[in-house]
């Protein structure tokens, strides 16, 4: 008699919800497992800021400078934590190999990307607002929030997070990524205005910072919290278009080549071998 028992169903994917809230957990779990290192780090770049600032200033601190520095470095330790976060993570899994165990997982490798980007943003949000505030309360600067700047501030994160999701598709195969990403993070704290405003600088280094990521960004902030610009300003200048330009083609060109470098590096087995 043929065996007639029904052939067990295959498992079910966990919901999206569930899939993004583990990331997430997963992720803060290990950021803050060693809280020492982060302070010691924020202290040793605040102290190094304020240091340049000094100099920059020829034994003084130039508060008419200052505050649209602390945009700057702000935008900057968003950038250099968020990747941190999300490359670093994925370096880590792919050494130890359960970067290859998440492909035997029924759940959607872009839940696990944006559970990760979402954990680089929880994460390196406090760091980039204590990163600003910390050296303006030292200096007696207070900037006064306006609603206009929301929209950019918005903008800024997107920006960053899309340069993020980038280096994390490099990160799927090229082991070197993380140097790759430290030296395009030190090149957007030379440029973006973290050392003095970009109207300071030359025209044409002005125009190469404007294609890192964060720069625009900052321009459009400082121009409503610092000249009193409106959004429509902001945005009929073409400021807030070219910004939204950039974020489209960083979150498009991260797309490609995840897709490309998932897809080569399980062809040729170097994922879990890094």
């Not at 035997?104 to 949000?125: D, Q």
């Not at 505030?133 to 950019?152: E, K, N, T």
């Not at 429509?232 to 910004?243: C, I, K, Q, S």
Request: hydrophobic share 60%; aromatic share 6%; charged share 10%.
């Amino acid at each position: 008699m043929p065996d007639t028992a029904p052939a067990p169903a295959p498992p079910s994917a966990p919901p999206i919800p569930a899939a993004l809230a583990a990331e997430i957990r997963k992720g803060l779990a290990n950021q803050l497992a060693h809280p020492l290192g982060h302070a010691v780090t924020l202290a040793i770049g605040i102290t190094m800021y304020l240091g340049l600032q000094y100099v920059m200033g020829q034994g003084a601190l130039r508060t008419d400078l200052l505050p649209a520095t602390l945009i700057a470095i702000g935008a900057y330790w968003f950038l250099q934590y968020s990747g941190q976060v999300m490359v670093a993570d994925l370096i880590e899994e792919q050494r130890t190999g359960t970067f290859a165990a998440a492909h035997m997982s029924v759940a959607p490798l872009w839940a696990a990307m944006a559970g990760r980007l979402a954990t680089a943003a929880l994460f390196a949000l406090p760091i980039a607002v204590l990163a600003s505030l910390v050296p303006a309360l030292a200096v007696g600067i207070r900037l006064a929030w306006h609603p206009a700047a929301l929209l950019p501030c918005l903008l800024l994160a997107a920006d960053i997070l899309a340069f993020t999701f980038l280096m994390a598709a490099i990160a799927v195969r090229t082991p070197a990524v993380g140097a790759i990403h430290s030296l395009l993070t030190s090149l957007v704290l030379m440029l973006n205005g973290a050392f003095m405003p970009l109207a300071l600088y030359p025209e044409w280094m002005a125009a190469a910072a404007r294609l890192l990521p964060t720069t625009l960004a900052i321009e459009a902030i400082g121009r409503v919290l610092l000249d009193g610009a409106a959004l429509a300003d902001v945005w009929n200048d073409g400021t807030l278009p070219l910004l939204i330009a950039h974020t489209a083609a960083l979150a498009g060109a991260g797309a490609w080549l995840l897709h490309r470098n998932r897809r080569l590096a399980l062809a040729d087995g170097r994922i879990g071998r890094y």
